[in-house]
């Protein structure tokens, strides 16, 4: 039996949260189910996009989440 490769999926995560589960339940709906899933957000200013996001992570261990705060923010 050959093992299938695993694919990477990379998400970027802005301001998302009305398209966040669709987006994800789609993804979880594929066929293909060797994959991992890293969702980036970088600095949403609405707080349900990393909540959203946070739950899949809890509910499936092929999600993985980064948060990055934008860089400008700290230096203003």
Known sequence: ???S??????VPIYN?????REC??????QSYQNLEIV???DGSTD???V????EYVQ?????????????WARKC
């Open 47 to 49: 707080k349900e996009s």
């Open 39 to 41: 969702l980036v957000d």
């Open 16 to 20: 998302a949260s009305r398209f966040l």
């Open 5 to 10: 490769k695993k694919v990477g999926l990379i």
């Open 59 to 71: 509910r499936d261990l092929r999600f993985v989440l980064f948060v990055k705060k934008k860089w």
């Open 1 to 3: 039996m050959e093992l």
């Open 51 to 54: 909540e959203i996001a946070k």
């Open 24 to 29: 994800f339940d789609s993804i979880l709906n």
